[in-house]
Nanobody, 120 residues
Framework: QVQLVESGGGSVQAGGSLRLSCAAS????????MGWFRQAPGKEREEVAR???????WYDGSVSGRFTISQDNAKNILYLEMNSLRPEDTAIYFC??????????????WGQGTQVTVSS
């Protein structure tokens, strides 16, 4: 049974930093990809960062240069380092992962989300 548990959200002022963690359990091997999504009130959920099992990374333009996705393979933890935070980054952040053994980046599992609030 795959489970994803996020932590690290909170409230910061604009320009501050936070690091989100996503602990993954139930995987024998790292999934093909893992990603971070966010959903602001009244808006659709959007992907902001993705990491592939071979180390490649993708970022949405709105966070590129400010957010960094990384993974501790030994501990099965996915991180999202968020710097230079802006009020528009306020959202619930979710991590997501593909199915075990899948060779495509199709997200199947989701965490419960962690709130990030950035004040101006």
């Amino acid at each position: 049974q795959v489970q994803l548990v996020e932590s690290g959200g909170g409230s910061v002022q604009a320009g501050g930093s936070l690091r989100l963690s996503c602990a993954a359990s139930g995987y024998t091997h790292s999934p093909y990809c893992m990603g971070w999504f966010r959903q602001a009130p009244g808006k659709e959920r959007e992907e902001v960062a993705r990491r592939y099992v071979d180390g490649r990374r993708w970022y949405d333009g709105s966070v590129s240069g400010r957010f960094t996705i990384s993974q501790d393979n030994a501990k099965n933890i996915l991180y999202l380092e968020m710097n230079s935070l802006r009020p528009e980054d306020t959202a619930i952040y979710f991590c997501a992962a593909g199915a075990p053994g899948s060779l495509s980046c199709t997200y199947r599992y989701w965490g419960q989300g962690t709130q990030v609030t950035v004040s101006s």
